[in-house]
């Protein structure tokens, strides 16, 4: 199944001349937020191409998603036991641009009170780095909108709450499909298994949403006191620009040592059981959904090579 859209012509240069003048904009008119999100989904939105970034999704692939979803529950329950205490999350499909701007979203309403901490937005100063993290993080963002192909949103913000929702980003799969020369439907359902495993794994242990939201807390905390150590050491008093003291003082590298950042190390460990469990129940689970291709090794090597 192919994508049912026409791709405009829209060059590199092109591309780069919009965000170029997004962010001078940004100089003129600071906004309340400490970066603002809607640009940072502009700059990535402009980085991909618009008309790229807003290919149409057919709409039948909702429901086929839905039914290879309905397809792999039943074995990822039986296999691990696991029992969700809420309701299972229904698939949303995205193109590029849905996926940014959600992913903003969320990024804002993590970042912004410590963003708030880092930077001086009432001085010129300030406003560069706010520029300047606009720009890397529409960057960033507009990178992934090309890579992420499923995920599992879980909701960080109300650490109570056992909502989650499950994103397919429709472009990128089809994209990998062609790329590996795989079946569609096979691989989708491979996708579907993958990411039903880990909300298989957040549903039925509800205290993991609390436990990353209180490393994220901690990670925050923790790159808070490093910036105001820098700060000290090169006897500022103010803030502002306090991110790129970080940067180029070369202590950025250092926080995302383990050797120097535990709550790092501890994110890592985590994911490692998270991922680890996933590929455990998606190789075994898998050998009795998968069809004449084995996806997930040609998958694999994809991702190695």
């Known amino acids: 199944m192919r994508m049912e859209t026409t791709i405009a012509s829209d060059t590199l240069p092109t591309r780069a001349g919009r965000v170029l003048q997004r962010l001078s904009l940004g100089l003129l008119t600071p906004s309340c937020e400490m970066l603002d999100w809607r640009e940072v989904a502009g700059v990535a939105i402009d980085t991909v191409g618009a008309a790229e970034a807003h290919a149409a999704v057919p709409s039948a692939v ?57 930077m001086d937005s009432e001085r010129v100063a300030g406003r560069l780095m706010k520029t300047a993290a606009r720009a890397e ?3 960033v963002l507009g990178y992934l909108s090309r890579r992420v192909l499923g995920q599992y949103d879980i909701s960080l913000i109300d650490p109570d709450s056992r909502d989650g929702r499950l994103f397919f980003v429709y472009p990128n799969i089809v994209d990998t499909e062609e790329r590996l020369g795989v079946d569609g439907d096979e ?34 905390a923790f790159l808070k006191d490093r ?16 991110g790129g003291m970080l940067v180029f003082s070369g202590a950025w590298r250092e926080l995302m040592s383990v050797d120097e950042n535990p709550i790092l190390a501890k994110t890592q460990a985590l994911m490692s059981v998270l991922e680890g469990y996933s590929e455990f129940v998606m190789e075994r689970v898998g050998e009795s959904l998968k069809g004449e291709t084995n996806v997930a090794e040609l998958f694999d090597h994809a991702r190695r090579t």
């Open 62 to 118: 909702t429901e086929e998603f839905a039914s290879h979803i309905q397809e792999v529950v039943p074995a990822v329950a039986d296999f691990t036991g696991l029992v969700p205490q809420a309701p299972l999350a229904q698939p949303v499909i995205f193109n590029r641009a849905e996926w940014i701007v959600t992913t903003a979203q969320t990024m804002g309403e993590l970042m912004e009170p410590f963003l708030r901490e880092m």
């Open 137 to 139: 993080m529409g960057l």
């Open 187 to 220: 691989f989708r359902r491979w996708l579907a298994l993958h990411e039903m495993t880990h909300v298989f794994e957040f549903q039925a242990n509800p205290w993991l949403r609390g436990y990353i939201t209180d490393l994220i807390q901690g990670q925050l």
């Open 227 to 242: 910036l105001n150590d820098t700060e000290k050491k090169r006897g500022g008093t103010k803030r502002s620009p306090g």
